[in-house]
């Protein structure tokens, strides 16, 4: 039988753990440049050896991003494209693939607009397993975390470098799926994240919290993501991939994905 | 709206007026969001900081500014005596700088060392530069491509007073975009940094601090008003972007339920044009900047940009306290063109010898109806939020002018 939502990512990450493997988190923006390419670039995550697709919904201002998924999301909205679009492309590849955990990243004021049950109605009915609302912290979330449980939706929270150890609790209390560790204070795709400190950081949420860690922001190079995929238990590239995909197409930015999977998935037996 | 409605005291602890305000930021910024609403709650108990506060207030920035009786524009409108308070006289040429410097010192009290800012028509960003300077902060100001165009003289303003003025050319290139990057910008340095919003808006504490230190505004003039006239008015108007002075204006007015509050918003080119900055008038509820509020959206929740002649209202939101005071019906909003402002920015120079900016010139439309409607024997206070010096060059543009 086939599992969704939140049992979805828990199961992927307890494969990839029995392989001693950590998972590697493709970011794509739902909708750039427009549908048809798109749906495309997702049809081929998987093969170019995504574990778990992070798919952007587009906002008109994405305070927390940087250049990269900004550009992203304008491209994907003058294309036309809209919340349910790209909801409606993720049901699109969930008819032909039902194993890869699926999440969508986005801001509140489209939630808000279509409403929290509306919303997690929406995503569960498209096969989409959780949500990353990057400007929704615990203090406000409780709409959406109830209309989340109600269908078995991860709603999954962000810790940073200035989530200290009094914060953190609040910051993991309700979370199911994965935390998402943002490595550096700053926006998506700007400075590069020190292994070492990112190593303390991934310990101490896994033991603060008791589920996975993904680590993102400002990972580029199947170097770092391998460095990271060390010690986190799945490593997530967004800005590269997108600029890839913005630059030089589907073709390259699918090769850019093979190699930062390779390198996250072959980490730790090389090290 | 009951009694007890309008006189109970907001926001609550979790930062909201009703249903609006809130705190929705990136969890990087949380812990200083949460950090600032510590040291603001102590400051504000601290009588030492608010002697600071009220001496730098009255040495530097000149309070209290003065309430004026405009006779000639009373006359002209033929109804209720206009009174206004002229908060364009204070240092710097409006009421920004009662907030800049109320954030400053909370700055420096928790040893923040960088200040940076938003700004559109950049009387906050020169509000802001000039308490930095005054302060030996470096201080940076985050501004539309398009404001920087329209508000030359307050960019040069700016860099003369040693801010560095970043031109933000995303979206629209206005004052929301530039409150992104000044995001962006607080996200990346978190330790050092102390951001100076120049609004009611913003997570919180931001509208509760900002209103704080603008209610100075009609805190004055509620005791002018009553020296000089024996009572109170029948109406408080004020232009509205963000709604920093209407709201300091309004502040002290609120439990006094037979004044009407009347905030102006930017109709642009006319509301029905879909061309304009009326948040309550055009818009509906949702989450931007850190706030549950109005907001000019699609029926994506996708921000539709905001249009004014007016760079200090092309704003596509409003605060927070704003939207609250709308729905349980304690004030009113209204709205005035872009042609409206400039007629009255022509009329009000011309009869007062007083040259307004173009936001406040704004609520004068709405003030000489108002002066019909309520005849002789009404009585209507007007903050009069800013000078037009800095609009010379876009009104000799829009007159055909060359300077």
């Not at chain 2, 603008?214 to 109170?232: C, D, K, M, P, Y």
Request: net charge negative; hydrophobic share 45%.
């Amino acid at each position: 039988m086939t599992v969704t939502g939140a049992a979805r990512l828990e199961a992927r990450f307890a494969a990839l753990a029995a392989q001693d493997r950590a998972a590697f988190v493709a970011y794509v923006m739902g909708g750039d440049p427009g549908l048809g390419k798109s749906a495309q670039l997702l049809d081929g995550l998987p093969g170019a050896g995504t574990d778990i697709i992070e798919l952007g919904m587009p906002f008109s201002d994405p305070m927390a991003d940087g250049g990269a998924i900004q550009a992203a999301a304008l491209r994907s909205l003058n294309a036309g494209v809209r919340t349910n679009d790209v909801l409606k492309m993720a049901a699109k590849f969930r008819r032909t693939d039902t194993q890869t955990p699926m999440i969508v990243m986005g801001y509140y004021n489209p939630v808000h607009h279509m409403g929290c049950e509306a919303f997690a109605k929406a995503c569960h009915a498209s096969g989409i397993d959780g949500a990353i609302i990057v400007d929704l912290p615990p203090e406000e979330d409780a709409p959406l975390r109830d209309a989340f449980e109600e269908y078995g939706l991860a709603l999954i929270r962000l810790a940073t470098p200035t989530t200290d150890d009094q914060r953190l609790p609040t910051v993991v209390a309700n979370t199911r799926g994965f935390v998402y560790y943002v490595s550096v204070a700053g926006v998506t795709g700007a400075a590069v994240p020190d292994a070492d400190p990112v190593q303390k950081a991934v310990a101490r949420i896994r033991a603060a919290s008791g589920l996975p860690v993904a680590v993102g922001f400002g990972v580029r190079t199947p170097q770092k993501a391998a460095q990271i995929a060390l010690s986190a238990d799945a490593v997530v590239v967004g800005s590269a991939i997108v600029d890839a995909m913005a630059r030089n197409g589907i073709k390259e930015a699918l090769d850019l994905t093979r190699s930062l999977s390779d390198a996250v998935h072959t980490a730790r037996q090389q090290a | 709206m009951s009694t007890s409605e309008a006189k109970r005291i907001w926001p609550d602890a979790k930062g909201r007026f009703g249903a609006f305000g809130g705190r929705f930021v990136a969890e990087t910024l949380m812990p200083l969001v949460l950090e600032l609403e510590g040291a603001w709650d102590e400051a504000q108990r601290d009588p030492q900081f608010t002697a600071q506060m009220d001496e730098y207030l009255r040495d530097y920035v000149g309070r209290p500014s003065a309430i004026y009786f405009a006779e000639r524009l009373s006359e002209h409108f033929g109804g209720a005596k206009i009174w206004l308070k002229r908060d364009e006289l204070n240092h710097t040429g409006s009421h920004k700088i009662n907030n800049c410097l109320g954030q400053v010192l909370l700055a420096k009290r928790m040893g923040k060392t960088r200040i940076i800012a938003e700004t559109g028509a950049g009387q906050h960003g020169v509000a802001t530069a000039t308490v930095a300077a005054r302060f030996g902060l470096p201080c940076v100001v985050f501004m539309g491509a398009t404001d920087i165009e329209r508000q030359k003289p307050n960019v040069f303003r700016m860099k003369m007073l040693g801010a560095e003025v970043v031109p933000v050319t995303s979206g629209t290139g206005t004052l929301k975009d530039a409150m992104n990057d000044a995001l962006r910008d607080w996200v990346t340095n978190v330790d050092e940094t102390f951001y100076v919003i120049g609004t009611v808006a913003g997570p919180h504490p931001y509208p509760h601090m900002v209103r704080e230190f603008q209610s100075v505004i009609g805190r004055e003039a509620r005791a002018q008003i009553l020296e000089r006239e024996g009572r109170l008015p029948d109406a408080c108007v004020a232009c509205i972007g963000g709604g920093s002075n209407a709201m300091g204006l309004f502040h002290a007015f609120v439990p006094d339920e037979n004044v009407r509050l009347i905030g102006v918003e930017a109709a642009g080119k006319g509301i029905k044009t879909g061309q304009h900055a009326a948040s309550l008038a055009g818009g509906e509820p949702g989450v931007l900047h850190g706030n549950r509020t109005y907001l000019l959206q699609d029926d994506d929740g996708q921000i539709i940009d905001a249009h004014s002649i007016s760079a200090g209202l092309d704003y596509p939101g409003i605060g927070p306290e704003h939207a609250y005071l709308h729905d349980i019906g304690r004030a009113e909003y209204v709205s005035a063109t872009d042609e409206e402002a400039l007629e009255m920015f022509q009329l009000c120079t011309k009869l007062e010898g007083i040259i307004p900016a173009l936001e406040p010139a704004h609520a004068l439309a709405r003030v000489g109806d108002l002066a019909r409607e309520l005849g002789p024997q009404g009585l209507i206070v007007m903050n009069m939020c800013g000078r037009g010096d800095k609009d010379v060059f876009a009104i000799a543009n829009h007159l055909g002018v060359k300077i």
